[in-house]
Each structure stands twice: as structure tokens, then as C-alpha cells.
């Protein structure tokens, strides 16, 4: 059975790796990484595959960056292109990103059966790019692998058939109790001082990368003035993402953080701002840093579910989630863009007044594990191939 497996953000790294490792284990079956290019600088891919153990892609489309419509066309042409080159019995494409979509649709066209891991998560916020992308990918994929309950009730009441819903677990979590022990060797609280003598000292964290958040200069000077409010004794670690590092510097407001542009041998400068810029960091030193936090602040989506696991406080800087299982079972809160909202969440966070709330079911790092186990059970019985 030979099957692709399509990645091209570091979120789609993540969740595969622990798949890929899970598929080859059985002899019968044949994955094949293909990787779109749509996150392609070493920060944003390269050290995530090392880390990961993900082998070097069997197959890269080397799409870059782009408009929408561009870049999810030239993801499209590639990809067919490969499948008709390699007949796969199946394709899996894993999360809501660009190279999803795009890739779900080459297959669903080429009556390829398609598998969507993440499937039915919903913000109900079509102004998000990635919420098209899930509607999308969900509507052609053939089997759906839910992260939570309430994935399988959208996908219902979208009319996904229910034969089609599998509820597996989140994959992100597998990754996660994979690597958390590697993840404590890493230098990076040495490197930034915020541990000596094995103490650590209390900081928050921010990633920040979506439009709403930082292509409006005012919005962005009002996240950072909340921050600014913030006791400045509390470092705030704010690994910077290459697009929010440009306008950073063309808003004229990187000279208001404590900007390092590399790690290797440095210290941050104590009597400059308690906000302090990093490259993107890999995924070992950040999950690291993650969870030895205060808490984060953030618009990502994995990391609300990362922080969930961890039992960190999560501050998430948008006004809707399509994971809202991390704010009734875990340990989010949405706060927007509002700089009192954020200010006052972050202080909670802070004075630890945040609940920690019950552990999603199947959050357990199993996930992969069942999918596998679908995946041979319904091509055994569709007679693919004995596995």
C-alpha cells in the first residue's frame, strides 16, 4: 500500500512525524513524505525535520511563498504531477494549511482516496484562510481522524457521512510525549538567562503571525503596549516568524524590543526592554521554553493544544478558536487584540488564577497508533492489500 503523506508548514511537520514513524513500522505499507516547499528557509523547516526524525522528504515540490490563490495553484500543479508519477493507494494531508487544501483536491480529482488528519475543526470565522482550507479538505477527504468530539458533531452536521469519522486523538500530543525529554536537555533558558543553578526564573511567551495581529500597525503597537504595562521584571520571549519580523521593521517598533538576531553565544541585554525578540526557534527549544512558562501568549493553533497538555496557561490573541475544546477542557482563554483584555489575562496568568482544566479525551499520545490501526483494518477489508 503505498500512501503520501503531504506536509508544508512546520505545524504539518509536527503531526507527521510521529505518523510516518508509526506507518513504517509495518512492511506492507509504503509512506512517502512529500514536502510542498510552502515553508522552505532552514528556521521554518529544515531544523523541524531534524529534530523530528523525519527523513529527508522523498519528494520536494519547492512551491515558496506567495498570494493565496498562487501559491495553493502551484502546490496543485506540482502535486499532480506526482501523483500520476506514483499511484498511491492513498494520500494523507494533515492539518489546515495551504498544501491541505491543495493537495486534498489533486487527489479527490484523480479519485485517489483521501485521509484528513485534524479533520472538523472549526472557528466559524471564514475572514481565516485556513478555515476555507478545512471546509474544503473536509468535504473531499474519504476518512476523517477527529482530534476531539467535537469535530465528529461539525463534521456531522456539515453531512459528513458518519462510517467516514474516525475520533483518533490529536497527533500534535504524540510528538509532544515523544520529544518532552529531549526537549529539557535544550540551552535555550541558559541562553536567553533565565535559568542559573537549575532555578528558573518566572517570563511569559508570545508568538504572534497572523494578518489580524500584524499587518495593522495600530493593533500591533497596542499588543505591545499591553506588554509593555506588564511588570518589567517578567521577561516576555517572543521567538519572532519571518513575516512578523518585517513589519516589525517597516512599522519602526523592533527598536522597542530587545532583538537578538542570533542566539549562538549571546546573552540579552538586561538594561534594554523586557520583551525580548528571537529567531524562530526549533522545535525542541521551543517546547522547552513552553513549558517552563508562565504562560504563552499567542494566535497559533497548536499551541493552544500544546499548552493544554502541559497545563500552561494559553492567551490566545484572536477573537474566535477552532479548537475550543483547549478553553473548556484546558487551559486557554481567548482574549483578541484588546490591550486591556490582554494585559489583565496576562497578569492572571501570572498570579497563576487560571484553571487548569480535565485533559481532552484520547490526548494521550496514542493517536497516530489508531489511525494506523484504521488505516490497515479498512484497506484489509476493502481487500487493497493483506497488510
Given amino acids: ?9 512546520r505545524p504539518n511537520f509536527v503531526k507527521a512525524a510521529a505518523l510516518f514513524e508509526e506507518l513504517r513500522k509495518y ?10 516547499g510552502q515553508h522552505y528557509d532552514e528556521d521554518m523547516s529544515d531544523a523541524f525535520f531534524k529534530e523530528l526524525n523525519l527523513p529527508t522528504p522523498n519528494i520536494y515540490l519547492g512551491v515558496g511563498s506567495g498570494p493565496h490563490g498562487e501559491q495553493t495553484g502551484r502546490i496543485m500543479i506540482e502535486f499532480e504531477k506526482i501523483c500520476y508519477q506514483k499511484r498511491p493507494d492513498l494520500v494523507i494531508v494533515v492539518g489546515d494549511v495551504n498544501s491541505t487544501m491543495g493537495c ?39 476518512i476523517l481522524f477527529t482530534s476531539c468530539e467535537e469535530a465528529n458533531f461539525n ?4 453531512g459528513i457521512p458518519e462510517g467516514k469519522i474516525y475520533l ?32 528558573v526564573k518566572e517570563y511569559l511567551v508570545l508568538t504572534l503571525h497572523r494578518p489580524s495581529n500584524v499587518d495593522d500597525p495600530a493593533i500591533l503597537t497596542g499588543i505591545l503596549n499591553a506588554l509593555f504595562e506588564l511588570p518589567s521584571n517578567i ?20 527598536e522597542r524590543i530587545n532583538y537578538e538576531a542570533s542566539l549562538s553565544d549571546k546573552k540579552t541585554d538586561k538594561n534594554r ?5 528571537t529567531p524562530p526557534l526549533g522545535y525542541l527549544d521551543f517546547l522547552c521554553l513552553m513549558s517552563k512558562a508562565s504562560g504563552v501568549l499567542t494566535d497559533s493553533g497548536g499551541i493552544q493544544e500544546e499548552t493544554t497538555f ?3 496557561p494559553c492567551l490566545t490573541l484572536r477573537n474566535s478558536t477552532e479548537r475550543p475544546i483547549t478553553i473548556t477542557e484546558g487551559t486557554n482563554v481567548l482574549v483578541g487584540n484588546d490591550p486591556e483584555k490582554i494585559k489583565d489575562a496576562a497578569m492572571q496568568a501570572l498570579q497563576n488564577s487560571i484553571p487548569r482544566k480535565n485533559m481532552p479525551k484520547y490526548w494521550d499520545g496514542k493517536a497516530s497508533e489508531r489511525i494506523v490501526e484504521i488505516l490497515k483494518n479498512r484497506y484489509s477489508s476493502e481487500k487493497c492489500l493483506n497488510i
Fill in 27 to 36: 512492511p506492507r505499507i509504503i509512506p512517502l513524505l512529500v514536502h510542498t
Fill in 155 to 158: 463534521l456531522l452536521k456539515e
Fill in 1 to 9: 500500500m503505498k500512501v503520501l503523506i503531504s506536509v508544508g508548514a
Fill in 310 to 312: 502541559l497545563r500552561i
Fill in 273 to 277: 526592554s523586557s520583551l525580548i525578540g
Fill in 235 to 254: 521577561p516576555i520571549i517572543f521567538p519572532i516568524h519571518p513575516r512578523t519580523l518585517n513589519r516589525l521593521k517597516t512599522f519602526h517598533l523592533i
Fill in 104 to 142: 486534498a483536491l489533486v487527489a479527490a480529482k484523480l479519485c485517489i482516496p483521501v485521509a484528513h488528519v485534524e479533520a472538523g475543526l472549526r472557528s466559524f470565522d471564514r475572514t481565516m484562510p485556513e478555515e476555507i482550507n478545512r471546509l474544503v479538505t473536509d468535504q473531499v477527504s474519504d
Fill in 168 to 199: 483518533v486523538g490529536n497527533v500534535m500530543i504524540d510528538a509532544l510525549k515523544k520529544h518532552i525529554k529531549r526537549a529539557a536537555r535544550s540551552r535555550i533558558l541558559e541562553n536567553l538567562a533565565l535559568r542559573k543553578n537549575d532555578k
